[in-house]
Nanobody
Framework: VQLQASGGGLVQAGGSLRLSCAAP????????VGWFRQAPGKEREFVAA????????YYAEYVKGRFTISRDNAKNTVYLQMNGLKSEDTAVYYC???????????????????????WGQGTLVTVSS
């Protein structure tokens, strides 16, 4: 599965951006999709995920209430709406897809990088203070 992340850019603190994750030639609605980010010199960390079966969403504490993950099956795209951006949100953002699996109800599963089978190339988000 090829994933294409887009929508990054430069924004002032407090501003908003919407990232997109597309899967050309695939039905993205049949995959669990997650967003991760990696800041310079730091480990890649979980941001948000949407489950394939029922669109249940999961968020890291540091983005909860500010970021929203959603899926538009008609456009075959998963979005990450980011509001109230902070300088600490500056990072390369990656989308990832996981093979659909049943009975995966734990936050720890969606938070873990090893749960995902395919990764996009990343899009840079820079938040200026």
């Amino acid at each position: 599965v090829q994933l294409q992340a887009s929508g990054g850019g430069l924004v002032q603190a407090g501003g908003s951006l919407r990232l997109s994750c597309a899967a050309p030639g695939r039905t993205i609605g049949t995959y669990t999709v997650g967003w991760f980010r990696q800041a310079p010199g730091k480990e890649r960390e979980f941001v948000a995920a949407v489950r394939w079966s029922d669109n249940e969403s999961y968020y890291a504490e540091y983005v909860k209430g500010r970021f929203t993950i959603s899926r538009d099956n008609a456009k075959n795209t998963v979005y990450l709406q980011m509001n109230g951006l902070k300088s600490e949100d500056t990072a390369v953002y990656y989308c990832a897809a996981a093979t659909p699996r049943y009975n995966r109800n734990s936050y720890n599963y969606y938070e873990s990088r090893v749960s995902y089978d395919w990764w996009g190339q990343g899009t840079l988000v820079t938040v200026s203070s």
